[in-house]
């Protein structure tokens, strides 16, 4: 059963336009959710997050929505820059439970054409 | 702080052998983490060390996996008997207390039984 649901395995995108990728969760008891940016052979780095009690965080070029009506998360890049290529990762958690282990979604891979 | 370091970043083994994986974390970070991926999957949780007490496995750890963190500090995961199904990435995070939200993963081992 995947909890946190990718639909899209790969964004290509213009640089310096925005790059739009989507994140869907199924399980009620997740309150906090992360975007990791990942390179080959490297581990996953943080790159922003946000609560359940919110609907939108920013981090300079880097915007993450929530709608939790809908169980949807959406990370916004602008502009896209060609260092942005790589696999995105969505994560949730239950940060009230006891381990607050990441779930993850499959990925999307953000390739950003100069 | 010179992050979270895994070793090796390579192993390949002949299938049947044990492998051991080595995880230091960041020094003052008293949660640990193994996850494990797979190509064209996100990483998935295998287990969650508080200090030097395992509190979580999940149903992916076999009987022929075992991790442990003696003393809370670095942390050993070991594959006995291994199979061609156990080639992936392994990676380790760890991260500070329970207000800490970012995990912190390691570059990973990278596992090729042949």
């Known amino acids: 059963d995947q909890q946190v649901k990718q639909n899209s395995p790969s964004l290509s995108v213009q640089e310096g336009r925005i790059s739009i990728l989507n994140c869907d969760y199924t399980?009620?008891?997740?309150?906090?959710f992360l975007w990791y940016k990942k390179y080959p052979a490297e581990g996953p780095t943080f790159l922003i997050s946000?609560?359940?009690?919110?609907d939108k965080n920013e981090d300079g070029r880097f915007t993450v929505f929530l709608n939790k009506s809908a169980k949807h998360l959406s990370l916004h890049i602008v502009p896209s820059q060609p260092g942005d290529s790589a696999v995105y990762f969505c994560?949730?958690?239950?940060?009230?439970?006891?381990?607050?282990?990441?779930?993850f979604g499959t990925g999307t891979l953000l390739a950003v054409q100069p | 702080d010179t992050g979270v370091s895994q070793d090796p970043r390579h192993k390949i083994t002949k299938r049947g052998q044990n492998v051991t994986f080595r995880c230091d974390p960041i020094?003052?970070?008293?949660?640990l983490y193994w996850y494990r991926q797979t190509l064209g999957q996100g990483p998935e949780f295998l287990t969650y060390?508080?200090?030097?007490?395992?509190?979580?496995k999940s149903r992916l750890l076999s009987d022929r996996f075992s991790a442990e963190r003696p003393k809370g500090s670095f942390s050993t995961l070991e594959i006995q008997r291994t199979e061609q199904g156990d080639s992936a990435m392994y990676l380790c995070?760890?991260?500070?207390?329970?207000?800490?939200?970012?995990?912190?993963f390691g570059s990973g081992t990278r596992l090729t039984v042949v």
């Open positions: 946000i609560s359940s009690i919110k």
């Open positions: 399980n009620s008891m997740f309150d906090y």
């Open positions: 995070a760890s991260r500070s207390g329970e207000h800490s939200y970012g995990y912190t």
């Open positions: 060390f508080q200090n030097e007490a395992q509190l979580e």
């Open positions: 020094s003052e970070h008293n949660r």
């Open positions: 994560a949730a958690m239950n940060y009230g439970g006891a381990t607050n282990k990441l779930i």
